[in-house]
T-cell receptor, first 110, second 114 residues
Framework: AQSVTQPDIHITVSEGASLELRCNYS??????LFWYVQSPGQGLQLLLK??????LVQGIKGFEAEFKRSQSSFNLRKPSVHWSDAAEYFC????????FGTGTRLKVLA | NAGVTQTPKFQVLKTGQSMTLQCAQD?????MSWYRQDPGMGLRLIHY???????DQGEVPNGYNVSRSTTEDFPLRLLSAAPSQTSVYFC?????????????FGNGTRLTVT
């Protein structure tokens, strides 16, 4: 069965610092992988997706993620965080259904 | 372009009451699903459907029923509400359930069961 683990519940970074949010998945084949962002009181917005091909994918708002098959990981990165990036981030793995991780809440210090 | 529409936005129920959360999409998506979001638990899949007439259970299906009589609608029914069902519920749809297209989310329904 497919599953997703986001090991960091909370992360705090200073504005302008780099960011990496971790995501590990479990699935027998190469999965489809997504990152979503949720601002307070809002629904979820797609940041980026990996289907196949280039293992480094670019998303919106300056985010990128790298698929590493050997580590079963799909970590989200941003070189320089902005205060508006404070939100909750969810990784999702898709086989025949979409399964989400428990989320990582990002706090940005001014 | 409405996307995924959920109603109501807020609902308060007493224990034992029943209700239906409505979800409609206008994108002709085959895949539709319901999630509940609880603090520290992320989004957990309740039920999903890969097309009209086809539904299946997700991670936390107990206490919830669904049906899919049309492509557009995917209502979620609580037959006898319990305080443990207090949560924020999200409906989401996509073109296909194989992961080749992303999920589009509704704005959520905040349900409180007293």
């Amino acid at each position: 069965a497919q599953s997703v683990t986001q090991p960091d519940i909370h992360i705090t970074v200073s504005e302008g610092a780099s960011l990496e949010l971790r995501c590990n998945y479990s699935y027998g084949a190469t999965p489809y992988l997504f990152w979503y962002v949720q601002s307070p009181g809002q629904g979820l917005q797609l940041l980026l997706k990996y289907f196949s091909g280039d293992t480094l994918v670019q998303g919106i708002k300056g985010f990128e993620a790298e698929f590493k098959r050997s580590q079963s990981s799909f970590n989200l990165r941003k070189p320089s965080v902005h205060w508006s990036d404070a939100a909750e981030y969810f990784c999702a793995v898709v086989a025949y259904k979409y399964i989400f991780g428990t989320g990582t809440r990002l706090k940005v210090l001014a | 372009n409405a996307g995924v529409t959920q109603t109501p936005k807020f609902q308060v129920l007493k224990t034992g009451q029943s209700m239906t959360l409505q979800c409609a999409q206008d994108m002709n998506h085959e895949y539709m699903s319901w999630y509940r979001q609880d603090p520290g638990m992320g989004l957990r899949l309740i039920h999903y459907s890969v097309g009209a007439g086809i539904t299946d259970q997700g991670e936390v299906p107990n206490g919830y029923n669904v049906s899919r009589s049309t492509t557009e609608d995917f209502p979620l029914r609580l037959l006898s509400a319990a305080p443990s069902q207090t949560s924020v519920y999200f409906c989401a749809s996509s073109r296909g359930g194989q992961g080749d297209s992303p999920l589009h989310f509704g704005n959520g329904t905040r349900l409180t069961v007293t």
